[in-house]
């Protein structure tokens, strides 16, 4: 969340008798900061100048937790009160006049250490927080001033002890390094939203590559002395992709990036750079996956602003042109097993729990990412595959010439694509867009008269508009092609050049729908979303015990519900590997499969249970095998079946599934 849009909710709060009578009216914000931080003592100092055009009443917001020693607008120390409001301090200023104004405000504090989080934790809102391994001041926490929601211009100088350095988003204007410390200057010319502060006892390594008719561009990674020598792949791997959107979208809209390590595991993108965590740096898939997404975010999120009251469109937008693209570079299976997880996924979220795509904001939670980015990127799959790709990039580079620097909605999303197609597609966003679930699509029957296919396909209602894909078998071969489904039931009739004998419904996944039982196999996600899911720890050891349960409030993502006994409703089971295998038959639940037995030191595995319901087990040697599953596990809901070697996973997988075949009579 960000700080412009918690302030947001402060519009209606009353801070003085006449705010209501006097809204302000203000533009053309520029800040000119001078930041102070010694990481060791966490101490913060900072002055700031805010200068606007303005009217009527400003409201200057800053975190609750600073000293403040001076407030005062166009030289008049500022003598109302603030108001206090979700940990921030809110004064209402009177402006005296309409015209240029400045505020300036001195304050100090001590902030926060670095805590011990994990991957969960970073997706909540976290406080400004300092050490010497490294100091992270996200935006949106209240740590420099902001005038309501209004975007603002900046300058930034910091000053950090020897031994640290550090840097926000922006260009780098200067910086000097001496015995006194570091000290630099940064700039952010466009419109920003928020502010993120970051230092470390980072090794900095640089490379300029020039770019005709533009400025060069800056590539930088400031790492942790033991990440110097992933430096120079990280660089390469930034070029690359700079390279490849800049082609795509449309030029590269700064003059630097930076590839920055964090203490925390995090995974975060910010106008010219992203911070992620020491452990995902060294993971040796990030620079093929990961990065290429934060990349794309200064295109997407932080080159064209995402309108939150409407809506997030910059993560499924994101996820379709890097994640899955990648996906598509791998290899047609690589691109149809990303589809193949994310129904999956879709489908392990219980009837009723998700949101629409209107309502999705940020990342929370497993559910939150599987509607905001994997839903959000098969609606511009869709959409591709309805208007083609050439018409798709072309949409895509007219809305990033329309909308750089200012925010954007879906709706201006779809206006785009309208104009490089020349179709109307409101009902296609809107369908998407605003209703929660997905359609479940059915073969009623299938006939043939010679070479002529009769069919019928339904849909649960209200009916979607669906164009919906056919893989046909023929005496002469396979045929595919697609009908458009616009009622609860249709009947079809496909003239086709050899004797149809069977037809598959959507065998690819084309389509965003509600997959068949019979195409679900059982997965962990099933009972790490579902609220009903209950765990029994089974074993005899307390100490065993004590990291079950530890593993099963970071495996869900609801508070466990803990039992002795199967109810029928989804269940968990975890235990050492003779007390899973006793509690498994004494409740006549599905033995551990032959796939797992004797591997490892750890097994996981996903069935279903008699009453219909699915079942996980987490299956360890002994409580040090089942604490090494605490930090990787969580990650791999989207898995049947897991073997590790401790912390490692060695094999994995997922059980089959069918594709929806309908023999033609």
Not at 575 to 579: N, R, S, V
């Given at each position: 969340?960000?700080?412009?849009?918690?302030?947001?909710?402060?519009a209606?709060l009353?801070?003085?008798?006449n705010a209501?009578?006097?809204?302000?009216?203000?533009?053309?914000?520029?800040?000119?900061l001078?930041v102070?931080?010694d990481?060791?003592?966490?101490?913060?100092r900072?002055s700031?100048q805010?200068g606007f055009e303005?009217s009527g009443v400003?409201?200057?917001?800053?975190?609750?937790?600073?000293a403040?020693?001076?407030?005062?607008?166009?030289?008049?120390?500022?003598?109302?009160?603030?108001?206090?409001?979700?940990?921030?301090?809110?004064?209402?200023?009177e402006l005296?006049?309409?015209?240029?104004?400045?505020?300036?405000?001195?304050?100090?504090?001590?902030?926060q250490?670095?805590?011990e989080i994990?991957?969960?934790?970073t997706?909540?809102?976290?406080?400004?927080?300092?050490g010497?391994e490294?100091?992270?001041l996200?935006?949106?926490?209240?740590?420099?001033?902001?005038?309501?929601?209004?975007?603002?211009?900046?300058?930034?100088?910091?000053?950090?002890?020897p031994?640290?350095?550090?840097?926000?988003?922006?260009r780098?204007?200067?910086?000097?390094?001496?015995?006194?410390g570091?000290?630099?200057e940064?700039?952010?010319?466009h419109?920003?939203?928020?502010?993120?502060?970051m230092?470390?006892?980072y090794?900095?390594?640089?490379?300029?590559?020039e770019r005709?008719g533009g400025?060069p561009v800056?590539?930088?990674t400031w790492f942790?002395?033991?990440l110097?020598?992933l430096a120079?792949g990280?660089l390469?791997?930034v070029?690359?992709?700079?390279?490849?959107?800049?082609?795509?979208?449309?030029a590269?809209p700064?003059?630097?990036?930076s590839v920055?390590s964090?203490?925390?595991?995090?995974?975060?993108?910010?106008?010219?750079?992203?911070?992620?965590?020491i452990?995902?740096?060294?993971?040796?898939?990030?620079?093929?996956t990961?990065?290429?997404?934060?990349?794309?975010?200064?295109?997407?999120?932080?080159g064209?602003?995402?309108?939150?009251?409407r809506?997030?469109?910059?993560e499924?937008l994101t996820?379709?042109?890097?994640?899955?693209?990648y996906?598509?570079?791998e290899?047609?299976?690589?691109?149809?097993?990303?589809r193949q997880?994310?129904?999956?996924?879709f489908?392990?979220?219980?009837?009723?729990?998700?949101?629409?795509?209107?309502?999705f904001?940020?990342?929370s939670?497993?559910t939150?990412q599987?509607?905001?980015?994997?839903?959000a990127?098969?609606?511009?799959?869709?959409?591709c595959?309805?208007?083609g790709a050439?018409?798709?990039?072309?949409?895509?580079?007219?809305?990033?010439?329309q909308?750089?620097?200012?925010r954007?909605g879906?709706d201006?999303?779809?206006?785009?694509?309208e104009?490089?197609?020349?179709?109307?597609?409101d009902?296609?966003f809107e369908?998407w867009?605003?209703?929660?679930?997905a359609p479940?699509?059915?073969?009623e029957?299938?006939?043939?008269?010679?070479n002529t296919?009769?069919?019928?396909?339904?849909?649960?209602g209200?009916?979607?508009?669906l164009?919906?894909?056919?893989a046909?078998d023929?005496?002469?071969g396979?045929k595919?092609l697609?009908?458009?489904?616009?009622c609860?039931?249709?009947a079809?009739?496909?003239?086709?050049?050899?004797?149809?004998r069977?037809v598959a419904?959507?065998p690819?996944?084309?389509?965003?729908?509600?997959l068949?039982?019979?195409?679900?196999p059982?997965?962990l996600?099933?009972?790490?979303l579902?609220?009903?899911t209950?765990t029994?720890?089974?074993?005899?050891?307390s100490?065993?015990?004590a990291?079950?349960?530890?593993?099963?409030?970071?495996l869900?993502?609801?508070?466990?519900?803990f039992?002795?006994?199967?109810?029928?409703?989804?269940?968990?089971?975890i235990?050492?590997?003779?007390?899973v295998?006793?509690?498994?038959?004494?409740?006549?639940?599905?033995?551990?499969?032959e796939t797992?037995?004797?591997?490892?030191?750890?097994?996981v595995w996903?069935?279903?249970q008699?009453?219909?319901?699915a079942?996980?087990v987490?299956?360890?040697?002994?409580?040090?095998a089942l604490?090494g599953l605490?930090r990787?596990l969580?990650?791999y809901?989207g898995?049947?079946?897991?073997?590790?070697e401790?912390?490692?996973?060695?094999?994995?997988?997922?059980w089959p599934g069918?594709?929806?075949?309908s023999?033609?009579?």
């Open positions: 969340m960000t700080w412009s849009r918690l302030f947001r909710g402060l209606g009353v801070l003085c008798a209501a009578a006097q809204p302000a009216h203000i533009e053309s914000v520029h800040q000119d001078s102070e931080l990481p060791a003592t966490r101490e913060l900072v700031a805010i303005g400003a409201r200057l917001g800053l975190g609750d937790g600073f403040v020693e001076a407030v005062a607008v166009d030289g008049d120390p500022v003598a109302v009160a603030p108001a206090r409001e979700s940990g921030l301090r809110v004064w209402a200023l005296k006049n309409t015209g240029r104004h400045q505020i300036v405000v001195r304050y100090s504090g001590t902030l250490a670095l805590p994990d991957h969960r934790a997706l909540q809102r976290l406080p400004p927080m300092a010497t490294g100091s992270y996200p935006g949106g926490t209240g740590w420099y001033p902001l005038l309501g929601e209004q975007q603002f211009t900046y300058r930034l100088h910091l000053k950090l002890p031994g640290q350095r550090g840097l926000v988003p922006g780098l204007v200067a910086e000097e390094t001496d015995a006194r570091y000290r630099a940064y700039e952010f010319s419109p920003a939203e928020s502010i993120e502060l230092a470390g006892p090794e900095v390594r640089e490379r300029v590559v005709p400025p800056h590539l930088r942790h002395p033991e110097h020598d120079s990280y390469d791997a070029e690359g992709y700079l390279r490849l959107y800049s082609e795509w979208i449309g590269y700064f003059t630097e990036f920055v964090s203490p925390l595991p995090t995974g975060f993108g910010m106008p010219t750079l992203t911070y992620l965590g452990d995902v740096l060294r993971l040796p898939f990030i620079k093929s990961s990065l290429g997404h934060e990349v794309l975010h200064n295109w997407w999120g932080n064209v602003y995402v309108d939150y009251e809506g997030n469109w910059c499924g996820t379709f042109m890097a994640d899955y693209f996906k598509e570079q290899g047609a299976s690589a691109a149809y097993a990303t997880t994310w129904l999956r996924d489908a392990a979220i219980p009837v009723g729990q998700d949101t629409p795509l209107t309502a904001t940020a990342r939670h497993g939150s599987i509607v905001g980015y994997h839903k990127a098969y609606l511009f799959l869709m959409l595959e309805r208007i050439a018409t798709f990039d072309a949409g895509l580079r007219e809305f990033w010439q909308h750089r620097f200012a954007a879906w201006d999303l779809r206006r785009a694509f104009r490089s197609s020349g179709e109307t597609l009902v296609l369908q867009l605003t209703r929660t679930g479940r699509v059915r073969i029957d299938a006939s043939r008269d010679g296919l009769h069919m019928r396909l339904a849909q649960d209200p009916a979607y508009v164009r919906v894909p056919l046909i023929t005496a002469e396979p595919t697609a009908v458009d489904l616009t609860p039931s249709q079809f009739t496909l003239q086709l050049d050899a004797t149809p069977t419904l959507d690819q996944l084309l389509l965003f729908r509600r068949e039982p019979s195409e679900l059982p997965i996600r099933q009972v790490m579902d609220p009903a209950h029994v720890v089974a074993s005899r050891d100490a065993v015990a990291v079950a349960r530890e593993l099963a409030s970071k869900q993502d609801s508070v466990p519900r039992d002795r006994e199967p109810t029928g409703a989804p269940l968990l089971v235990g050492a590997h003779a007390d295998d006793r509690f498994l038959a004494e409740h006549d639940l599905p033995a551990r499969p797992v037995r004797g591997r490892g030191t750890a097994q996903t069935a279903t008699p009453s219909g319901a079942l996980a987490v299956s360890a040697a002994d409580v040090s604490r605490l990787p969580p990650h809901g898995q049947s079946w897991l073997v590790f401790g912390a490692k996973v060695v094999e994995r997988g997922v069918e594709s929806v075949v023999a033609v009579d």
